[in-house]
């Protein structure tokens, strides 16, 4: 695994919308600047809060929405230079699982034209093979054959998201963007759905960019992890190396606040994030988490800080990491 099947560099995509009374153009920043590498075979779990720009990064990386600025190559491709016919055979090699099954998936057609439909639209398959094909794929992801018959209404929220995943996995891609997958599901199903999810990325040796919001649901199951806040990757590394070593306060209170509710380790409990995550419309100065931030210092309110190198395959954006001691204390291992 040491070749890059992707890599994402400079990748920017702001949103213009119109705000207040004189309906005055402003720009959401919803990615500004983000670098990513997934080998072949590799999950990296890109987490932050919610409206960090995880979705944004996912669905610019797939052209599913066109990014501003910057580069996507895969596997030696130069994906924004793809034009939409070639876009559209491409799109075999990368696929996608959404958040919310119930809106991803078309209430009209049957399973078996939803599952069916990327086979038929590429020609991979017609008529008898076509449901041979469909009934395989749905016992892959633990359904019936005999599911194809039904509409997508006739399903739990778990089920259906089994059926996104048939979807996506249909055309047998090597990467998929899994974008909060249980996210919409109930807590009892959740870890049956990554079960699943994981099983299948080994079988078929797939790369995953796994978004979530929570390092807790994640952190076991990533090769690497990129931890993103307003618009920026602020800390990435293996995922073992982020557990024992994170040294960015946002990770660090990622991390934290994803910790086992046990009593004996409440030591190991730093505080929750203070505060809400600010508007990508109108961004804090200098360091993006300044304002929410336990560790700030002055200069934290004027200068970026940028990613540097921090250990092996590990970079943080940090002032900290320049100013001695404090710089690499290390989150708490519990
Ligand atoms: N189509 C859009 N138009 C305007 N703003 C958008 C649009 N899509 C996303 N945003 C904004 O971009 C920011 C990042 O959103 P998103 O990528 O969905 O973040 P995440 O997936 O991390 O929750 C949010 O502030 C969101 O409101
Ligand atoms: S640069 Fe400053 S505000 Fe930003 S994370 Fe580091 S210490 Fe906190
Ligand atoms: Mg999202």
Request: with cysteine.
């Amino acid at each position: 695994m040491s070749e890059t099947l992707l890599t994402v560099r400079g990748l920017v995509k702001h949103f213009p919308v119109s705000t207040g009374l004189f309906s005055s153009r402003q720009v959401v920043r919803a990615v500004d600047g983000v670098d990513l590498d997934v080998k072949p075979g590799e999950i990296l779990g890109l987490v932050g809060e919610s409206g960090s720009g995880k979705t944004t990064t996912g669905r610019s990386i797939l052209r599913l929405i066109e990014a501003d600025a910057g580069r996507i190559d895969f596997d030696g491709i130069e994906v924004n230079r793809l034009s939409r016919g070639q876009l559209r055979r491409f799109r075999r090699r990368m696929q996608v699982i959404f958040q919310d099954p119930s809106s991803s998936l078309n209430p009209r057609m049957t399973v078996r034209s939803l599952v069916g439909e990327p086979l038929l639209v590429h020609g991979i398959a017609h008529g008898a093979e076509l449901k041979r094909k469909v009934g395989r794929l749905l016992e892959e992801v633990g359904l019936e054959p005999s599911a194809g018959e039904l509409y997508p209404r006739e399903f739990s929220g778990g089920q259906r998201q089994r059926i996104g995943i048939a979807r996506a996995l249909a055309l047998r891609p090597e990467f998929i963007v899994c974008d909060e997958p249980v996210s919409s599901l109930d807590v009892s199903v959740q870890a049956q759905i990554i079960n699943l999810l994981v099983e299948l990325q080994r079988r078929y040796r797939m790369a995953y960019l796994f978004i979530a919001h929570d390092l807790g649901l994640v952190g076991h199951l990533c090769d690497r992890i990129a931890v993103m806040y307003l618009g920026r990757i602020v800390e990435e590394g293996s995922a073992e190396r982020l557990r024992m070593h994170a040294v960015h306060p946002y990770t660090k209170a990622l991390f934290s606040s994803s910790l086992p509710a046990d009593p004996s380790k409440a030591r190991c409990r730093t505080a929750p994030i203070p505060g809400e995550i600010p508007s990508p419309v109108d961004l804090p100065s200098g360091c993006r988490f300044h304002p929410r931030c336990p560790e700030a210092v002055p200069r934290c309110r004027t200068e970026d800080p940028q990613l540097k190198t921090v250990g092996e395959g590990h970079r943080a954006a940090c002032h900290l990491l320049e100013t001695g001691e404090d710089a690499l204390r290390n989150h708490p291992v519990c």
